[in-house]
Antibody
Framework: EVQLVESGGGLVQPGRSLRLSCAASGFTFDDYAMHWVRQAPGKGLEWVSG????????GYADSVKGRFSISRDNAKNSLFLQMSSLRTEDTALYYCAKDMYRYGLLLHDVFDIWGQGTMVTVSS | DIQMTQSPSSLSASVGDRVTMTCRAS??????LNWYQEKPGKAPKLLIYDASSLQSGVPSRFSGSGSGTDFTLTISSLQPEDFATYYCQQSYSTPHDFGGGTKVEIK
């Protein structure tokens, strides 16, 4: 079964850091681009960041550029999001999502598999 | 960045109704437009990709159309399990922005 399981969320103070992880199973992880998408409470979906299958292409939303860093470990079938200088507006449910197409380079990505999400709350 | 605008933001409909919602891009995105369904407490689910391709396992009552800047998601006969929020997303370029959503409620 294709599965994505996020972890690492929690309550953190503004200005602090947090690292999210996403464990993948049931598919050839290193063939696919991966993404983080978030949803603030009561709000819509926001694409946060994406990384190509070989880590050669990386992209960020303007709202997190310079503060968040995406990475992957293909040997461990894992995706990461290092979040620093956190703000209250980063409070959201963070989803890990898989690209539908093999060998994607952050062009024309379609998110066909999603995890259940991990909640990040930034508050003093 | 490409702005995605969905309308209406919400609609009320009855089981069996034909429902249509639209998504407009601020510039041409060819056919790189995807639709997702979201229900409370659940992860979003891909319904339609590349404007009109039905994702495997999705009922055929869902259909998508459009190209360029204007796109439509249609549910031909609304079922009880279809009451949810629907999001469009452009995959033409990063950032892969989503629209604000259309919430389909029971009339």
């Amino acid at each position: 079964e294709v599965q994505l399981v996020e972890s690492g969320g929690g309550l953190v103070q503004p200005g602090r850091s947090l690292r999210l992880s996403c464990a993948a199973s049931g598919f050839t992880f290193d063939d696919y681009a991966m993404h983080w998408v978030r949803q603030a409470p009561g709000k819509g979906l926001e694409w946060v960041s994406g990384i190509s299958w070989n880590s050669g292409s990386i992209g960020y939303a303007d709202s997190v550029k310079g503060r968040f860093s995406i990475s992957r470990d293909n040997a461990k079938n894992s995706l990461f999001l290092q979040m620093s200088s956190l703000r209250t507006e980063d409070t959201a449910l963070y989803y890990c999502a898989k690209d539908m197409y093999r060998y994607g380079l952050l062009l024309h990505d379609v998110f066909d598999i999603w995890g259940q999400g991990t909640m990040v709350t930034v508050s003093s | 960045d490409i702005q995605m605008t969905q309308s209406p933001s919400s609609l009320s409909a009855s089981v069996g109704d034909r429902v249509t919602m639209t998504c407009r891009a601020s510039q041409s995105i060819s056919r790189y437009l995807n639709w997702y369904q979201e229900k409370p407490g659940k992860a979003p689910k891909l319904l339609i990709y590349d404007a009109s391709s039905l994702q495997s396992g999705v009922p055929s009552r869902f259909s998508g159309s459009g190209s360029g800047t204007d796109f439509t998601l249609t549910i031909s006969s609304l079922q009880p399990e279809d009451f949810a929020t629907y999001y469009c997303q452009q995959s033409y370029s990063t950032p892969h922005d989503f629209g604000g959503g259309t919430k389909v409620e029971i009339k």
